[in-house]
């Protein structure tokens, strides 16, 4: 895992290009490169987190052999030895993936990307033709963000802390602010919380020569997986299943690092310590990490000891206490540059801190698997539509000023499928449940300098599962049917699993308890800082009154406003 950062045109300089390495550097703190073009008055710059062929020889940004083409990578393409089984081995001198990302442009051109397995963004310099190629992997399990400053210099990076060392201003974006606290919605397009800093979007790629831009999409899940539903016998999917699973897994543990797992009690870290053991055996010790908060109805742990009592695997188990929360929030907000998920990403940070101290810098987790299998309550008809486990709308447009709720972006899903069900998993997949978790995962990993990989984010299972009719799914109130049954076959009665929980922290309980005068300074921040202009100071604190007598069943509005009263360089917007 690594950072990435670019120059193209106008006013494109290596001063600048250092300044955006810097403000990645928790990305990649084993080592950094630069090479600028004066040319082609374009640069690459690159951190690097080093996790195959540790040398030199991985150093970035790296050449083809005759030196025309430049690259800058940032993950894994995990089937990258197989990849280079088909290419001259004349083309490499490393035993990185990185070599072999760019041999394969090499050699297929953009198609290239259509047989990379992994999660990947990465930036191709042409210096002959001065052309730059961009692409983001099917999913958006690794960041690229760009902007155009008004010289036209194409700024391109990992992190939106790195436009802004280069020049871009630092200014909240109202409108998707007002999206964000108006609908819930986020990361669901290329517009961010910062004017002018675009996301591209999963599964797409650009060019740019000569200041013009070209992006198109070369992978849409739900083409890919087709509107017909699988007709074959459930045996057999499910063995096809099972085997993508374990293929899944084994390429994820392709490191010359430790590799450790992610562990709740649920049925999907269940499976994935499963598929460990399928893979490397019962004799497996790999570290395992989770996270805990203290309290029964929440915590897991006892779970997850339970799964791992016959086994060999140490376990960590990484205990957040109130106590701890401001100073982590702030910390973690920093690393997140725009709005994040709360308690159970500073959890998650907690997590990956301990894993680095142990000398685990690449964790497994088992992200993916409710949006394959119709894991969530709303997929059966039940809660709300945004937020597991609540009944009530999850945002407070109520508790807008006037005039700002209207400058919310609409937003309508495309709904290629026939049936419901499955536009809700392209819905949650592609536009507002994993491409938020992942943005969350990616920074909190990211923030302690660890790579986080994702074996169920495989596009051949989503495809597959996709494709399964709906009694496969749900069944009896029940979701994720036929992933039970395989999940028995993987490891039959010797892994157990804890009853279905819909929130993973004590949030509500938190922030009206432990960490209620925290939350209400927030609150107060955010009223004087841009908030002064968004939010109904009346309605903002009779909405948190009525929360603190427990009259909510979630507290998603209040860390809205916790994340607003976080938000940085706050004075830039105008009273």
Known sequence: MCGIAGMFGGGAGPAALRAMAAAQRHRGPDDEGLVF????NAGLAHTRLSILDLGPAGRQPMACPEGRFLI??????YNYRELRAALPESLFVTGTDTEVVLAAYLRWGEACL?????????AIWDRRERRLFAARDRFGVK?????TLQDGTLLLASEIKALHAAGLAQEPDETAWATWLARGWCDHSARTFW???????????FTWQEGRITTRVWYDLATRAGMEFDARGENEVADEYAALLAESVRLRFRSDVPVGINLSGGLDSSTLLALVHRVQGEESAVRAFTFACGDPVYDESPWVERMLAS??????VCLLEPDEVPALAASVQEAQDEPFGGLPTLAYACLFERAREQGVPVLLDGQGMDEQWAGYDYYRGEGSALVQGTQESPVRPGCLAPGFAARAAPFEPPRPFPDRLRNLQLRDARFLKLPRALRFNDRASMRSSCELREPFLDHRLFELALRQPPERKISGGTGKVLLRRIAARLAPGSIVEAPKRPLQTPQREWLRGPLRDW??????MALHGPGRAWLDRRAVFSA?????RGESDNSFFVWQWVSLGMLRCRESVPA
């Open 311 to 316: 086994t060999r695997h140490p376990a960590t």
């Open 195 to 205: 004017a002018g800093a675009s996301a591209l979007a999963p599964g797409s790629c």
């Open 143 to 147: 960041p690229l963000y760009t902007a």
């Open 37 to 40: 073009d004066p040319s082609g």
């Open 519 to 524: 939350t209400q300074a927030c609150i107060e």
């Open 544 to 548: 948190w009154e009525a929360f603190q």
């Open 114 to 122: 259509d047989r990379f397995v992994g999660m990947f963004a990465f």
């Open 72 to 77: 800058a990578f940032n993950g894994e393409v």
